[in-house]
């Protein structure tokens, strides 16, 4: 999260669109509703909704069949897609050579795997970090997702919640923050930090 993964899924598709290419643009519980990426640039392109009946082989096979071209995939908020699905995308790449781009986070708030991203790891060709280095509000990397239910961290719940992310979300919302390893342990959210006034240089642990 924060890590610039949806731009990097808008500029690849950007990019290969630009070069005269044919691609699908797939997504699945964007922020910002359904049918759509959105990236906190501000950036948005219309996506094809991944539902629980998708299945990627059968569409994309469907669309060869009538003639259409496609080329590529881009594949937004991949780790909410299921452990089949991530198949279906690999028999794409195998079977009819088609260039699939993949785009999610590794773990959940409880930091799980979530089910999709587990099979991504197991089956991807090529596993990319993000260049985009996010900060925790100590200043360090942040490596974990916090969710935050009525101003106070939780891990507990269902797996899959959207919500909203930065200072301008409601407070009543579900909301996440990105945290690192320790403060995602301790629970201290930037809020938390400030309410107590705890900064990086007073924390009594290392």
Request: hydrophobic share 35%.
């Amino acid at each position: 999260m924060d890590s610039g993964k949806s731009t990097l899924a808008l500029q690849t598709h950007h990019n290969h669109s630009s070069a005269g290419r044919k691609g699908l643009v797939f997504s699945k519980n964007d922020r910002l509703g359904n049918n759509q990426i959105s990236s906190r640039l501000g950036l948005t392109a219309n996506a094809l909704e991944v539902s629980l009946e998708t299945d990627f082989h059968k569409m994309v096979t469907q669309k060869l069949s009538q003639g259409e071209v496609v080329d590529y995939l881009i594949c937004d908020e991949a780790q909410f897609y299921t452990p089949e699905q991530v198949e279906q995308l690999a028999r794409l790449v195998d079977d009819l050579e088609i260039d699939v781009f993949t785009f999610g986070i590794t773990t959940d708030f409880r930091t799980d795997l979530f089910p999709g991203a587990k099979r991504l790891l197991e089956l991807a060709d090529r596993v990319n970090v993000l260049q985009v280095e996010t900060l925790c509000w100590c200043g360090r990397k942040a490596t974990h997702q916090a969710r935050i239910v009525n101003g106070v961290m939780t891990v507990e719940g269902e797996q899959v919640v959207v919500g909203d992310a930065g200072p301008t979300a409601k407070p009543d919302t579900v909301v996440y923050e990105v945290v690192c390893r320790k403060h995602h342990m301790r629970q201290v959210t930037s809020r938390v930090a400030k309410s107590e006034h705890i900064s990086k240089s007073t924390l009594p642990f290392n």
